[in-house]
């Protein structure tokens, strides 16, 4: 998938949260692109990059609420789908919010399967709904010298160069024609995924055998280096929009 590819917006102050909503949005097929402020979220929306927004609002943040009454209320910003985030689901706040016309809302307290779900919604609401590839895959360029560092079953260790990247798995090649047999479905564990200052080990599942290359899955990776994995991501998807 292109990382131009459904962009959405993502203002979130909160750095657990912010790396919780960049894990989802990354496994759902969205590109996050993060702002800090809520003038950069306005500036954003007003630019047309974006027909997606995932923002955290609260009832005492007036000037947000009232920007974005003003992006359902004119008709050239009405077909952006925003994803709202409160802290609390106050009965005031949620019923102002649904006569302006917002319908995605979700708390922070909210599983981790909710989110997707809203999300899913949302993506077929866009226009790219499930067929579209799971995760958002990043380029690695050569220069990089970003490595996978895979351990065989009898021990020896195979360096092969990372192609592309996902929070799902990585794509990697061999220099040269290796006599290595991979099995579909086999699991290498104890492998050292190696990219620019992020040294991370993980077990990976074999998918795909290509021409000097294998297409591989993270095996039981856990949330915390999923969140690692998924801000090295963001971080290549913002240069983009930057």
């Known amino acids: ?37 809520n003038e950069a979220l306005v500036q954003n929306v007003l630019s047309g990059k974006f027909s997606s927004v995932l923002t955290r609002i609260s009832g005492q943040d007036a000037g947000l609420l009232g920007a974005l009454k003003v992006f359902r209320d004119r008709l050239e910003f009405r077909h952006i789908q925003f994803l709202l985030v409160l802290d609390i689901a106050e009965e005031s706040l949620v019923l102002a919010l649904i006569k302006s016309g917002f319908y995605h809302l979700v708390t922070r307290a909210q599983s981790d399967e909710i989110i997707i779900e809203k999300l899913n919604v949302i993506a077929k ?6 067929d579209r590839r799971q995760h958002v895959r990043v380029p690695i360029m050569d220069y990089e010298n970003a490595k996978m560092i895979l351990s ?6 195979l360096t092969a160069m990372i192609r592309n990247i996902s929070i799902g798995g990585v794509q990697v090649a061999f220099r ?4 290595v047999r991979f099995n579909q479905g086999e699991v290498l564990t104890d492998c050292l995924l190696v990219v620019k ?35 090295l991501v963001q971080e290549r998807i913002q240069m983009t929009f930057t």
Not at 3 to 29: K, Q
Not at 125 to 130: A, D, H, N
Not at 152 to 157: D, F
Not at 176 to 179: L, S, V
């Open 1 to 37: 998938m292109d990382v131009n590819c459904y962009p959405i917006l993502v203002l979130e102050t909160i750095p657990d949260a912010r790396a919780r909503w960049v894990r989802l949005l990354l496994a759902s097929g969205f590109s996050p692109v993060v702002v800090e402020t």
């Open 125 to 130: 609401t866009l226009g790219v709904g499930p």
């Open 152 to 157: 065989l079953p009898n021990s020896r260790k």
């Open 176 to 179: 040269e024609r290796i006599f």
């Open 197 to 231: 200052n992020l040294d991370l080990a993980t077990d990976v599942t074999v998918v795909t055998t290509l021409d000097k290359g294998l297409q591989l899955q993270y095996y039981q990776l856990d949330e915390g280096r999923q969140n690692l994995i998924a801000k």
